[in-house]
């Protein structure tokens, strides 16, 4: 079965660090790009960033709220996506979902389409 | 504030055909063909609808259409049935790696 599983949501202090991870199974996750998007509360759907394939270089890009605070990185071997937060703020509080930056059909692979998604993990920043 | 640009709110009876806009600059939509659109239940994660501007995912239903015009992209559903009640969200690659979703339109069915 094709899933991501999200993990290491929780509670922490403004300023706190948080580590999120995201299990991949049922698809080659070396040959997918990989994105986490965040929902706070009662909101819309806010892309967070996205990290390449190794093939393709395995850089990451940020959007502009998280840049030099968050990290997203991968360990193939291990099938996992991070992220990777510091320096937490209260706005950070959200709904985590990692998902692949990839949709192939039969004959291709297509980049920005987020086709295969996590259940999600919250995380909540407050004092 | 997004860069997209949704409206909040669109409605239509079982059976009727209803367009969700989404608006970005020629920096965004205008200059590449990578608006994708995404349906979001209550309490569930969001799930592809189309993806490229129009092309639709294995397994969507073809009552779902993408369009883009200048820096406009739509999202059409015909034969409106009450499970498309959902909250619909552009994306668009914005640039330098980035991508940015539009602030996201409740469909309500009637």
């Known amino acids: 079965e094709v899933q991501l599983v999200e993990s290491g949501g929780g509670l922490v202090k403004p300023g706190g660090s948080l580590r999120l991870s995201c299990a991949a199974s049922?698809?080659?996750?070396?040959?997918?790009?990989m994105t986490w998007v965040r929902q706070a509360p009662g909101k819309g759907l806010e892309w967070v960033g996205r990290?390449?394939?190794?093939?393709?270089?395995?850089?990451?890009d940020y959007a502009a709220p998280v840049k030099g605070r968050f990290t997203i990185s991968r360990d193939d071997s291990k099938k996992t996506l991070y992220l990777q937060m510091n320096s937490l703020k209260t706005e950070d509080t959200a709904v985590y979902y990692c998902?692949?930056?990839?949709?192939?059909?039969?004959?291709?692979?297509?980049?920005?389409?987020?086709?295969?998604w996590g259940q999600g993990t919250m995380v909540t920043v407050s004092s | 504030q997004s860069a997209l640009t949704q409206p909040a709110s669109v409605s239509g009876s079982p059976g009727q055909s209803i367009t969700i806009s989404c608006t970005g600059t020629?920096?965004?939509?205008?200059?590449?063909?990578?608006v994708s659109w995404y349906q979001q239940h209550p309490g569930k994660a969001p799930k592809l609808m189309i993806y490229?501007?129009?092309k639709r995912p294995s397994g969507v239903s073809n009552r779902f259409s993408g369009s883009k015009s200048d820096n406009t992209a739509s999202l059409t559903i015909s034969g409106l049935q009450a499970e498309d009640e959902a909250d619909y969200y552009c994306c668009s690659y914005a640039g330098s790696g980035t991508r940015v979703f539009g602030g996201g339109t409740k469909l309500t069915v009637l």
């Open positions: 020629s920096s965004v939509i205008g200059s590449y063909n990578l």
């Open positions: 490229e501007g129009s």
């Open positions: 998902t692949t930056d990839t949709y192939c059909s039969r004959t291709s692979c297509y980049t920005s389409a987020f086709d295969i």
């Open positions: 049922g698809f080659t996750f070396s040959n997918a790009w």
């Open positions: 990290i390449k394939t190794k093939t393709d270089g395995g850089t990451a």
